[in-house]
C-alpha cells in the first residue's frame, strides 16, 4: 500500500508460538506507550496495563487462565510469550470495554511495526474478578474497582509470519 500504518495493519497477524527471548525493555516500553496513547471515550484513560515480564507471576497467570478456560495442566495460553501486558479499566466508566480494546489493538499493531509478534488473549476479566487476581492487584500497588480487559501475549515469532485470510464479503454498507 505504501503507507507505514496501513502495511502495519495488513501485517499483523495472531502469533501462537514465540521464542523464549525477551524483547528489550525500550520495545516493550514502545508498545505499552501505544498503548496508553489510544483514543478513549470522553478522554478518562481509564485503562492501566500491567507489563509482566518476571517469569513467576507469568506462569502464575497462565495457570489461572488456564483453569478459566478448561485447559489441560500444562498448557499455556499464552503460547510461550515471555511478556504478558494486561490491560484493564476502571468499571465505572461507561466505555472501559472499548477503551481497553483500543489500547490492545494499538499495543498489537505497535508490536508488529517493531518486528515484535502478540496475540491478544481473553480471560482477564475472570482472572482479575478473582480472590487470585484482586491479590496480584494489591500486591502490585494498584486500587480502585477495575475489570480485566485482555491480555496482549508478546514476544518474537518462531514460525514464519502466518498469511492472512481471506477478508469475509459484504462487510461494508456505504449510505452516500
Not at 484513560?45 to 497462565?62: D, F, M, Y
Not at 487470585?132 to 502490585?140: M, S, T, V
Not at 486500587?143 to 480487559?149: P, R
Request: overall charge negative.
Amino acid at each position: 500500500m505504501g503507507n507505514a500504518v496501513l502495511d502495519t495493519i495488513h501485517a499483523r497477524r495472531a502469533i501462537r508460538n514465540f521464542s523464549p527471548k525477551m524483547p528489550p525493555r525500550k520495545e516493550i516500553e514502545q508498545v505499552i506507550d501505544a498503548g496508553v496513547w489510544a483514543a478513549s471515550g470522553k478522554g478518562a484513560q481509564s485503562p492501566i496495563v500491567i507489563a509482566i515480564t518476571e517469569k513467576g507471576l507469568r506462569n502464575q497467570i497462565s495457570s489461572m487462565n488456564a483453569r478459566i478456560m478448561g485447559a489441560s495442566e500444562g498448557m499455556d495460553p499464552f503460547y510461550g510469550a515471555p511478556v504478558i501486558l494486561v490491560v484493564l479499566a476502571r468499571r465505572d466508566v461507561a466505555t472501559h470495554v472499548y477503551d481497553g480494546s483500543l489500547v490492545i489493538g494499538n499495543m498489537m499493531l505497535a508490536a508488529r511495526s517493531l518486528g515484535l509478534g502478540s496475540i491478544w488473549i481473553h480471560r482477564a476479566k475472570e482472572e482479575f474478578d478473582s480472590d487470585e487476581g484482586r491479590e496480584i492487584l494489591a500486591g502490585l500497588g494498584v486500587e480502585g474497582d477495575y475489570e480485566g480487559i485482555g491480555h496482549c501475549a508478546l514476544g518474537y515469532e518462531v514460525d514464519p509470519t502466518p498469511d492472512a485470510a481471506d477478508r469475509n464479503p459484504n462487510r461494508v454498507f456505504w449510505a452516500e
